[in-house]
């Protein structure tokens, strides 16, 4: 088992910045791609960034390229997303995940590859 905290979700207006955190503690941390997530009402949990074990494929989803930075220390056993730029549209619950490194980087974008969730953190953008 992997228990994920996100922590760092606020209020923030458009243009502003926020840091998202998620502690991972259980199974060896190194072990997993961790991507971030994200939920708006109504709408279905879509992908925003991933990063595998060494930091060497990260990706993100377009609509936050260039302005979101996914990182990891494996150290520390966090995964962070910094989120500049902010815009309205980026309101949302944001969850981390967790993804075995067995598993092809090619699925990093897939929710239903990853095998453990946080419980969420509300991230809020006025315009």
């Known amino acids: 088992q992997v228990q994920l905290v996100e922590s760092g979700g606020g209020l923030v207006q458009a243009g502003g910045s926020l840091r998202l955190s998620c502690a991972a503690s259980?199974?060896?941390?190194?072990?997993?791609?961790m991507g971030w997530f994200r939920q708006a009402p109504g709408t279905e949990r879509e992908f925003v960034a991933a990063?595998?074990?060494?930091?060497?494929?990260?990706g993100y989803a377009d609509s936050v390229k260039g302005r979101f930075t996914i990182s990891r220390d494996n150290a520390k056993n966090t995964v962070w997303l910094q989120m500049n730029s902010l815009k309205s549209e980026d309101t949302a619950v944001y969850y981390c995940?967790?993804?075995?490194?067995?598993?092809?980087?090619?699925?990093?974008?897939?929710?239903?590859?990853?095998?453990?969730w946080g419980q969420g953190t509300q991230v809020t953008v006025s315009s």
């Open positions: 995940a967790a993804q075995s490194a067995q598993s092809s980087w090619s699925s990093h974008r897939a929710p239903t590859r990853y095998d453990y």
């Open positions: 259980g199974r060896t941390f190194s072990r997993y791609y």
């Open positions: 990063i595998s074990v060494s930091a060497g494929f990260i």
